[in-house]
């Protein structure tokens, strides 16, 4: 190495370390910490501090109250991505075949995206409303007991998430609809590719990477929601809504276990980055084939 | 931790910080002294609060009250004051609590104790149910504010359209539902509403069965669930009202308000709520204006005569206060029987003194007012343990699958039982 090079590395390194330092002290300090705050007994409000090693890990493994929001957290986030993503794709096509009043949908469709997760769950929470709710009233004497019926609710859940969210799905989509050259369609037609073919052998293909991204971000805001079940149904009926956030929350907050409650943290943080790993490793993939 | 949770101890962390700055400003010698005063603001015509508290202003002189709100619902107030008195935040002065908290932060040392300041008899003017609550370990830790007590509404004209009189017992308000709607033949018309959502609300009313039945969540030595059956017998009933149609399905998703607004707009027989839904059905523009009276909850035909379930506010000072007999003093003028008389007029609180359940003046504002002193004083509270919360949040699930019928109640009970149980040997 030239004495120039080992200096271009110093300065490299000088100019990386304030990041390294800022990422260390707000994400590798706390995460540390909440580890370590696991593998304790530790209620401080009741001057209870020990180590108890892995007590409270072998505790959840058989704590059905776990498993159930280890289930309901995972057939939220399937149930949830999968129509954002089949919805988000049909609305982007929809408002990209749209002549006019493009700019009214795509409008329309930021208002529900911008709006905070707990006004958004406020609203279904009238529209769920079991005698003046819109929904019930609609369906007139074949109401439904949305959000107290235990197989209902967590539907009326997952239909409140994608409400939301879906329009993140759909203007990613639309943005990268107007980026695929007109030439490219008209090649099409003059090969002889009805609708049906320029869909799926052009469109969806093209949409793939970004469609991934969207599905990455979206799956791991799924994994962590909290807002929505909270405010609908606290977790309620028979606990069929409690995901493991709603969970943590109880035990950290409510409860003022953070022992415990950080072991439940630790599993919902290993979750993320397992599925984060999974999905960059995909797109990994994606970017050598093509 | 997700998002959100992150975000919202963010901005905790922030108004812990500033209520610090806050706070130290009065902390000096010889300067004027501010205390801080945390609540929940108070619905009503008139918040008589800030009147109040320039009345306190005014006695003491060089004395500054700055009354900050809390944040909107209990679990988020309960949160707030966790981080920040656990953060050892010396933010604040007098703190509203929930009779439920009291225990807990008392035995974190977040409380004075204020059993050696407080005169002899000082105590006596107040409900015993709030005076319980107030206490623990022998020793007293805030002054009773507002007060709760669970009631049974019941429409007085269905009722005297039947010639029948409240019900004493749940079986008699069964029979009663059915022959109303038997008359009635309105398919709008619900017969018994109340609180069976997942949330407190649902425990206090399963609490309420309970104590009819002959059961308890908690005994005096700490057992959980001292008569089992008893209490998988009162779970099987409530869950009975539901399939039976005497409850609406809907029940299981109901909190106060929603069930209080199914009464109000006539589509209900009987109701299970606090006192402060009178006065809204007796507004101007109720659907049943004139038609609603109360009873006290029933019990059960071979059990023990209903209780209501007590609730409300409690003031308590922070161990962290820097002038704890100035707050004291502050406490003590808003639990007093002008302040207290002040709020029944101009919130739809009760008070926690007895006396002003006759006072001509609350009682020609609120003429309900004697009728509900004598279930005040039958009222009971729920478990006095610092550990309510635990309690609270491990039973909740529970009590909710037994009453969506997801878990026959037996096994609802063991369960909620065996959780407790491990929970509370590490605590104890």
């Given at each position: 190495m030239t004495g120039r090079e080992a200096a271009a590395r110093r300065r490299a390194l000088v100019c990386v370390a304030p990041t390294v330092v800022a990422l260390g002290a707000l994400t590798v300090y706390p995460g540390v910490w909440v580890l370590w705050l696991s593998l304790q007994r530790r209620i401080p409000i009741f001057d209870i501090s020990r180590f108890a090693g892995f007590e409270n890990y072998a505790f959840l493994a058989v704590d059905p109250r776990f498993w159930s929001a280890a289930r309901t957290t995972a057939v939220f986030t399937l149930g949830s991505v999968a129509l954002e993503v089949v919805l988000g794709v049909a609305a982007a096509l929809a408002i990209r075949a749209q002549e006019r009043g493009r700019r009214v949908a795509l409008s329309l469709l930021l208002l529900a995206w911008a709006m905070p997760a707990v006004v958004g769950a406020k609203l279904f929470e009238w529209l769920y409303h079991p005698a003046a709710g819109l929904i019930n009233v609609a369906l007139g004497?074949?109401?439904?007991n949305w959000l107290g019926d235990p197989s209902v609710a967590l539907p009326a859940v997952i239909l409140a998430d994608v409400w939301r969210t879906m329009p993140f799905v759909a203007i990613l989509c639309y943005a990268r609809l107007l980026a695929i050259p007109a030439d490219v369609y008209e090649a099409a037609q003059v090969d002889g590719a009805g609708r049906i073919a320029t869909l799926t052998r052009i469109t969806l293909p093209l949409l793939g990477r970004i469609l991934l991204l969207a599905v990455l971000f979206r799956t791991l805001d799924a994994l962590r929601a909290f807002d929505i079940m909270f405010v609908l149904t606290g977790g309620g009926p028979a606990g069929t809504t409690e995901t493991l956030t709603v969970y943590a929350y109880r035990a950290l907050f409510?409860?003022?276990q953070l022992g415990f409650g950080s072991a439940v943290s630790v599993v919902v943080f290993a979750l993320v980055m397992a599925v984060a790993w999974a999905y960059l490793r995909l797109l990994r993939v994606g970017t050598v084939a093509a | 931790m997700t998002v959100g949770l992150r975000r919202s101890a963010w901005a905790l962390a922030l108004a812990a910080w500033l209520l610090t700055l806050g706070g130290c400003g009065g902390g000096r010698e010889g300067g004027p002294v501010t205390l801080v005063f945390k609540y929940a603001r108070i619905l009503g015509n008139a918040d008589p609060l800030p009147g109040l508290l320039r009345e306190f202003e005014r006695a003491h002189p060089g004395v500054r009250v700055k009354g900050e709100a809390l944040p909107w619902t209990s679990d988020d107030q309960h949160q707030f004051y966790v981080i920040n008195l656990e953060g050892r935040s010396p933010g604040f002065d007098v703190m509203m609590l929930d009779c439920i908290w009291v225990p807990e932060f008392a035995r974190a040392g977040?409380?004075?104790?204020l059993t050696g300041r407080l005169q002899p008899d000082e105590l006596a003017p107040f409900f015993p149910s709030a005076v319980a609550s107030a206490t623990y370990d022998g020793r007293v830790w805030a002054l009773p504010w507002n007060f709760n007590v669970g009631l049974l509404y019941y429409r007085a004209d269905l009722l005297a359209r039947y010639g029948l009189r409240p019900p004493e017992t749940y079986e008699e308000l069964v029979e009663q539902v059915r022959r109303i709607r038997a008359g009635e033949r309105d398919p709008k018309l619900d017969g018994y509403v109340w609180q069976g959502k997942q949330y407190e609300g649902l425990v206090v009313n399963v609490l309420e069965a309970f104590w009819a039945n002959g059961a308890r969540l908690l005994a005096d030595d700490g057992t959980v669930f001292p008569e089992p059956a008893r209490a998988a017998d009162a779970l099987k009933f409530l869950r009975g009202l539901i399939e039976t149609g005497v409850s609406p399905a809907w029940t299981t998703a109901a909190d106060e308000e929603l069930s209080r607004r199914a009464f109000g707009d006539g589509h209900a027989i009987f109701l299970r709520n606090w006192p402060y839904a009178m006065d809204l059905f007796e507004?101007?523009?109720?659907?049943?204006r004139g038609k609603v009276a109360f009873a006290p909850l029933p019990g059960r035909a071979r059990g023990e005569p209903g209780a209501g379930s007590t609730g409300g506010a409690h003031l308590g000072v922070s161990?962290?206060?820097?002038?704890p007999d100035l707050a004291l003093a502050l406490a003590r003028h808003l639990t007093s029987e002008r302040a207290q008389r002040a709020i029944a007029l101009g919130a739809a609180l009760s008070p926690t003194r007895q006396t002003l359940y006759r006072d001509p003046e609350v009682v020609r504002e609120r003429p309900a007012m004697p009728r509900l002193l004598a279930l005040a004083l039958a009222g009971r509270p729920r478990p006095?343990?610092?550990y309510y919360l635990l309690l609270s949040a491990t039973v909740q699930p529970e009590f909710s699958a037994a009453l969506v019928g997801v878990k026959p109640p037996e096994r609802a009970i063991a369960d909620a039982g065996a959780r407790l149980a491990y929970f509370l040997r590490a605590v104890r």
């Open positions: 004497r074949h109401a439904v409510q409860t003022l | 977040w409380l004075t104790d507004s101007s523009g109720s659907a049943v161990s962290r206060s820097l002038h006095v343990t610092p």
